[in-house]
């Protein structure tokens, strides 16, 4: 069913169902809820009676009587129970413990399903590519007749190619899901020569990891020269002060030794002496003119400079925070990027899903990468090898991450509880990187122990560029307020390191009781992804009462993006509806400002079952996985038989 059959439902309908479902309520507002106009509000019942109804009657007059809603409801799962309110001590004890126990973190045990199962048998890559021979011969697993592909390939999903329109050619030829667009009836691929000469040796996407690189670090033979000397002054100097790269030094106008040689006595002076020859004979030979950056390493206070003051910044985000929805977070006015996290050692093993964490788009002009990690070794290495084979601005240390899997391993928030490990990060990241070096923290570990306030002034000594703060423990979670007033604190303790906020923010009001508070700039995450459109609100400090159809356009930008990105075969088009569906489960707590009783809605109210003031607003504001998928199904195509779906986030962030 098309989007044009979803907006098209006439007001009429609503009418219709306002007789029917919608159940006027005077009562006082409930505990925990985002307050609603009462001729909006409805139940769950009702809802979802409507919507299915609704869906099914509009699908009928698209010409799509045959396809039953029971497939759509198949590809996913029930939608849960509602969380259970926090019970006071008095209420709990009278419920019992298992009234009193609450749904938190991820769904761990969710089906895992790989984009490639939903291709039956793909074409080989030597006949998409057209005149390639193969080279695996008659032991390839792939379709090399072009006509025993058809026969199972999947229906195109539309007429026109994005990929095609923006570009002037697909590189998937035939294996297209928009096929028809650029293929000619002898199954060969369209060309246009006019786009194709404009995006002529432009690259859109830089920091892909080359084949070359992979298997150098596949087998270990990358070089970490910079790496190697911090490391030998870290194990030489265990009972003695560290070298010192930026700080107070810098801040008072004198750099230390970039070397780290006058921090020695003379002895240890000629013994380093021999290892800066290397320095002075490159590897390599080398053509061009000669530099004073060949001669002389870069001082700390002359590294690359970012300016962070006053700026929106987009948090980076685990699964969700992809490049697509960068891009479309960019276009609202998002000021600073950052990748998804990536694991140290992940990168150092050459994984490709890991490097493509760090791919950054044109439209991307401020932008860095976020790490994890817990050894001086594995993070200063990573360092390097950042700072030598990527295009980033600043590089972001994660040091706020609360998953089990990260802190037991002493990385994420127990960075800030071995602050000896971390000085050594910190200290070692700052020697082999020309970027500024971030860190991003925890109020603390425990929910009433704050120790960022005795981290900051340390952070600021050795030598970190900017401090982004959460205003939450790792007990916490997300499941109580953010402590603004403990971030104001802070903020004046990092000074002149700039410090951003983050926690909380999903209104521009929101932005500007933050920006009272002395933080140098704010982070948006969750508030992000309920409503990308949050950074033009809060440029323009206005509530932005988009609609619902406004809200599909934003989607159908992020699917020709994900297309873009991840391929416009069958393979490409389910992992774009993956995260697109990943997305959905944030988005859909967004309730339109025309609805609400009271202005701004607040990130930890949940919102209650509402009928929106139209159709598509209603199935948009649907808990549902299965309504989910049929938004995704507007804008991607029929899901395939056996796709299934389940969150990542069991949303367990309301009061």
């Not at 098209?8 to 009562?27: F, L, Q």
């Not at 053509?287 to 929106?312: M, N, S, W």
């Not at 050692?345 to 964490?357: C, H, I, K, V």
């Given at each position: 069913?098309?989007?044009?059959?979803?907006?098209?439902?006439?007001?009429?309908?609503?009418?219709?169902?306002?007789?029917?479902?919608?159940?006027?309520?005077?009562?006082?507002?409930?505990?925990?809820?985002?307050?609603?106009?009462?001729?909006?509000?409805?139940?769950?019942?009702?809802?979802?009676?409507?919507?299915d109804s609704e869906w099914q009657s509009l699908?009928?007059?698209?010409?799509?009587?045959?396809?039953?809603?029971?497939?759509?409801?198949?590809?996913?799962?029930?939608?849960?129970?509602?969380?259970?309110?926090?019970?006071?001590?008095?209420?709990?004890?009278?419920?019992?413990?298992?009234?009193?126990?609450?749904?938190?973190?991820?769904?761990?045990?969710?089906?895992?399903?790989?984009?490639?199962?939903?291709?039956?048998?793909?074409?080989?890559?030597?006949?998409?590519?057209?005149?390639?021979?193969?080279?695996?011969?008659?032991?390839?697993?792939?379709?090399?007749?072009?006509?025993?592909?058809?026969?199972?390939?999947?229906?195109?999903?539309?007429?026109?190619?994005?990929?095609?329109?923006?570009?002037?050619?697909?590189?998937?030829?035939?294996?297209?899901?928009?096929?028809?667009?650029?293929?000619?009836?002898?199954?060969?691929?369209?060309?246009?020569?006019?786009?194709?000469?404009?995006?002529?040796?432009?690259?859109?996407?830089?920091?892909?990891?080359?084949?070359?690189?992979?298997?150098?670090?596949?087998?270990?033979?990358?070089?970490?020269?910079?790496?190697?000397?911090?490391?030998?002054?870290?194990?030489?100097?265990?009972?003695?002060?560290?070298?010192?790269?930026?700080?107070?030094?810098?801040?008072?106008?004198?750099?230390?030794?970039?070397?780290?040689?006058?921090?020695?006595?003379?002895?240890?002076?000629?013994?380093?002496?021999?290892?800066?020859?290397?320095?002075?004979?490159?590897?390599?030979?080398?053509?061009?003119?000669?530099?004073?950056?060949?001669?002389?390493?870069?001082?700390?206070?002359?590294?690359?400079?970012?300016?962070?003051?006053?700026?929106?910044?987009?948090?980076?985000?685990?699964?969700?925070?992809?490049?697509?929805?960068?891009?479309?977070?960019?276009?609202?006015?998002?000021?600073?990027?950052?990748?998804?996290?990536?694991?140290?050692?992940?990168?150092?093993?050459g994984q490709q899903s890991e490097w493509a964490?760090?791919?950054?788009?044109?439209?991307?002009?401020?932008?860095?990468?976020?790490?994890?990690?817990?050894?001086?070794?594995?993070?200063?290495?990573?360092?390097?090898?950042?700072?030598?084979?990527?295009?980033?601005?600043?590089?972001?240390?994660?040091?706020?991450?609360?998953?089990?899997?990260?802190?037991?391993?002493?990385?994420?928030?127990?960075?800030?509880?071995?602050?000896?490990?971390?000085?050594?990060?910190?200290?070692?990241?700052?020697?082999?990187?020309?970027?500024?070096?971030?860190?991003?923290?925890?109020?603390?570990?425990?929910?009433?122990?704050?120790?960022?306030?005795?981290?900051?002034?340390?952070?600021?000594?050795?030598?970190?560029?900017?401090?982004?703060?959460?205003?939450?423990?790792?007990?916490?979670?997300?499941?109580?307020?953010?402590?603004?007033?403990?971030?104001?604190?802070?903020?004046?303790?990092?000074?002149?390191?700039?410090?951003?906020?983050?926690?909380?923010?999903?209104?521009?009001?929101?932005?500007?009781?933050a920006r009272e508070t002395g933080v140098s700039?704010?982070?948006?995450?969750?508030?992000?992804?309920?409503?990308?459109?949050?950074?033009?609100?809060?440029?323009?400090?206005?509530?932005?009462?988009?609609?619902?159809?406004?809200?599909?356009?934003?989607?159908?930008?992020?699917?020709?993006?994900?297309?873009?990105?991840?391929?416009?075969?069958?393979?490409?088009?389910?992992?774009?509806?993956?995260?697109?569906?990943?997305?959905?489960?944030?988005?859909?707590?967004?309730?339109?400002?025309?609805?609400?009783?009271?202005?701004?809605?607040?990130?930890?109210?949940?919102?209650?079952?509402?009928?929106?003031?139209?159709?598509?607003?209603?199935?948009?504001?649907?808990?549902?996985?299965?309504?989910?998928?049929?938004?995704?199904?507007?804008?991607?195509?029929?899901?395939?038989?056996?796709?299934?779906?389940?969150?990542?986030?069991?949303?367990?962030?309301?009061?």
């Amino acid at each position: 069913m098309s989007e044009k059959g979803v907006e098209g439902a006439c007001e009429g309908v609503m009418e219709k169902a306002a007789g029917e479902t919608v159940e006027k309520r005077t009562d006082v507002a409930v505990k925990g809820q985002a307050a609603l106009k009462p001729e909006f509000l409805t139940t769950k019942e009702k809802f979802h009676g409507f919507v299915d109804s609704e869906w099914q009657s509009l699908k009928g007059e698209n010409g799509n009587k045959n396809d039953k809603v029971e497939e759509t409801k198949e590809a996913s799962v029930e939608e849960p129970d509602a969380k259970k309110l926090k019970l006071e001590p008095e209420e709990r004890n009278k419920a019992g413990k298992q009234d009193g126990k609450r749904l938190r973190g991820q769904n761990k045990s969710r089906p895992h399903v790989k984009p490639t199962t939903y291709d039956e048998k793909r074409l080989c890559l030597s006949v998409v590519k057209e005149n390639r021979e193969c080279t695996f011969g008659d032991k390839c697993h792939f379709h090399h007749d072009i006509a025993e592909y058809l026969a199972t390939k999947p229906a195109d999903i539309g007429e026109s190619c994005y990929l095609y329109d923006t570009f002037g050619k697909c590189a998937f030829g035939v294996t297209c899901r928009y096929a028809k667009a650029h293929t000619t009836p002898d199954l060969k691929t369209m060309e246009n020569a006019e786009l194709i000469k404009t995006y002529e040796g432009r690259s859109t996407v830089k920091n892909s990891l080359s084949k070359d690189l992979q298997n150098s670090l596949r087998k270990r033979s990358v070089p970490f020269k910079k790496s190697a000397e911090y490391l030998k002054t870290l194990s030489n100097n265990k009972d003695k002060k560290e070298p010192q790269r930026n700080g107070d030094a810098c801040a008072a106008g004198v750099c230390a030794d970039p070397t780290g040689v006058e921090q020695q006595n003379a002895s240890t002076e000629a013994k380093k002496q021999p290892q800066a020859s290397p320095e002075k004979q490159p590897p390599v030979k080398t053509v061009g003119p000669l530099t004073d950056e060949d001669v002389i390493k870069l001082r700390p206070c002359e590294k690359k400079q970012v300016d962070f003051q006053d700026k929106l910044y987009l948090a980076p985000l685990t699964t969700c925070g992809n490049l697509p929805f960068r891009r479309v977070c960019k276009r609202f006015g998002a000021d600073i990027t950052c990748g998804e996290m990536a694991m140290c050692t992940n990168l150092l093993q050459g994984q490709q899903s890991e490097w493509a964490l760090l791919k950054r788009h044109e439209s991307e002009d401020v932008f860095g990468v976020q790490v994890e990690g817990c050894f001086p070794d594995t993070m200063t290495r990573v360092a390097e090898l950042i700072n030598n084979n990527t295009d980033v601005d600043f590089v972001d240390i994660n040091s706020g991450c609360p998953i089990d899997l990260v802190y037991q391993k002493g990385g994420g928030c127990g960075l800030m509880t071995r602050t000896r490990k971390f000085e050594q990060i910190i200290k070692g990241m700052n020697y082999v990187l020309d970027v500024p070096l971030t860190v991003k923290i925890r109020t603390g570990v425990q929910e009433k122990s704050n120790i960022a306030h005795k981290l900051i002034p340390e952070m600021k000594n050795w030598g970190v560029s900017m401090i982004t703060l959460h205003g939450r423990s790792r007990e916490q979670r997300y499941t109580k307020s953010a402590d603004w007033d403990y971030i104001s604190t802070c903020s004046k303790l990092a000074s002149p390191v700039p410090l951003f906020g983050n926690g909380d923010i999903l209104s521009y009001e929101d932005a500007m009781k933050a920006r009272e508070t002395g933080v140098s700039g704010i982070m948006i995450a969750r508030g992000a992804l309920i409503k990308p459109w949050m950074f033009t609100e809060i440029k323009e400090s206005r509530h932005w009462d988009i609609s619902s159809s406004e809200r599909l356009d934003i989607l159908r930008d992020f699917s020709n993006f994900g297309l873009e990105h991840w391929g416009s075969d069958t393979r490409g088009v389910e992992k774009t509806r993956t995260f697109m569906l990943e997305w959905l489960s944030f988005m859909c707590r967004y309730i339109p400002v025309g609805l609400l009783e009271r202005v701004p809605q607040k990130i930890n109210e949940r919102p209650p079952y509402y009928m929106g003031r139209n159709y598509l607003e209603s199935l948009m504001a649907s808990q549902n996985v299965g309504d989910w998928v049929r938004i995704s199904e507007m804008l991607l195509g029929p899901v395939p038989k056996n796709f299934n779906f389940l969150p990542k986030h069991k949303a367990n962030a309301y009061k």
